[in-house]
Structures are given as structure tokens and as C-alpha cells.
């Protein structure tokens, strides 16, 4: 079998602002820099729905997700400040392990870096995690980062 020799030239990692994801953001600068790639820094908000009278309609307000977007936009400024890697920031509204997966498609990811799990732990539990939906059904390299111990 010869050699893998991968090329990585855009390496996503979703955020939902928490430790964990944070830890996972260095990892991803660390090989964006190994690797000369561009990072692509992504948020999905859940999107919540209700039935109405009218039938599914999204709850979200355009200026909720003008604060949404801001919110990821310092979040970005304040974590690359003084980096001269090629950074974007996304903006996503849905189910985030079928927003990440899509994103990753779209984008022509060639790595994901993410934290082991998120804000949400009930839910993890229940449902499952994010991380592990994304591991287990998309179609390039996931890096899961664990949360950060102690002695670093």
C-alpha cells in the first residue's frame, strides 16, 4: 500500500463557544499553520421550531441572528488576534451534526477539528453527541480533541 501523503487546505472547526471548543481551536491553529491551511471557523444555532397555525415556522428573529453573527465575529477577532492565518467565520441555522456535515461538503473541508462534546451534556446523553454524529457520517478526517486537563 503506498504512502497516504495528505493535502489539507481548509480545516473547519465548529464552535459552540464552550472550554472544549476552545481547546479543539488551538489544536486547529496548530495544524492550520503545520499544514499552511485555511480555517473556517463555524457556528450552527439551533434552530427552534414550532406548529403553529400556519404550520413549521422558525422562531429565530433577523435580530437574533444579527446577534448571533456579531457574537461569532468577536469570538473569531478575539481568538486569531496577531494570527496571520487565513481565517472565515459561518453563520448556520439547523441541526448542528446535518449543518457541520454539510458545511464540510460545501467547503471541501479536508479536516474537522472538534472538542469531545459541548454545553450540552443532558442532551448529549440523551440523544447522543454532536461529536459522535459527525464522526460516524461525514466523509473527510475528524480530530476530536478532549477537553483540556489540568496539568496543561
Same mark, same amino acid.
Given at each position: 500500500?503506498?504512502? &497516504?501523503?495528505?493535502?489539507?487546505? @481548509?480545516?473547519? &472547526?465548529?464552535?459552540?463557544?464552550?472550554?472544549?471548543?476552545?481547546?479543539?481551536?488551538?489544536?486547529? &491553529?496548530?495544524?492550520? =499553520?503545520?499544514?499552511?491551511?485555511?480555517?473556517?471557523?463555524?457556528?450552527?444555532?439551533?434552530?427552534?421550531?414550532?406548529?403553529?397555525?400556519?404550520?413549521?415556522?422558525?422562531?429565530?428573529?433577523?435580530?437574533?441572528?444579527?446577534?448571533? @453573527?456579531?457574537?461569532?465575529?468577536?469570538?473569531?477577532?478575539?481568538?486569531? %488576534?496577531?494570527?496571520?492565518? =487565513?481565517?472565515? %467565520?459561518?453563520?448556520?441555522?439547523?441541526?448542528?451534526?446535518? =449543518? &457541520?456535515?454539510?458545511? %464540510?461538503? @460545501?467547503?471541501?473541508?479536508?479536516?474537522?477539528?472538534?472538542?469531545?462534546?459541548?454545553?450540552?451534556?443532558?442532551?448529549?446523553?440523551?440523544?447522543?453527541?454532536?461529536?459522535?454524529?459527525?464522526?460516524?457520517?461525514?466523509?473527510?478526517?475528524?480530530?476530536?480533541? $478532549? $477537553? @483540556?486537563?489540568?496539568?496543561?
Amino acid at each position: 500500500m503506498p504512502p &497516504i501523503s495528505p493535502t489539507v487546505a @481548509r480545516i473547519l &472547526i465548529p464552535t459552540d463557544y464552550s472550554e472544549t471548543a476552545d481547546h479543539a481551536l488551538a489544536w486547529a &491553529i496548530l495544524h492550520a =499553520k503545520t499544514f499552511g491551511a485555511e480555517v473556517v471557523v463555524l457556528h450552527v444555532h439551533s434552530s427552534h421550531l414550532h406548529y403553529g397555525a400556519l404550520g413549521l415556522a422558525d422562531e429565530r428573529s433577523d435580530s437574533a441572528l444579527a446577534e448571533d @453573527r456579531a457574537k461569532l465575529d468577536a469570538y473569531v477577532t478575539e481568538r486569531f %488576534a496577531g494570527s496571520s492565518a =487565513k481565517i472565515r %467565520a459561518l453563520l448556520e441555522v439547523g441541526d448542528p451534526p446535518l =449543518k &457541520i456535515r454539510e458545511v %464540510a461538503r @460545501r467547503e471541501q473541508i479536508d479536516l474537522i477539528v472538534m472538542g469531545t462534546h459541548g454545553t450540552s451534556r443532558l442532551e448529549d446523553l440523551l440523544f447522543g453527541s454532536v461529536t459522535e454524529k459527525v464522526v460516524h457520517h461525514t466523509g473527510c478526517p475528524v480530530l476530536v480533541v $478532549p $477537553p @483540556r486537563t489540568e496539568a496543561e
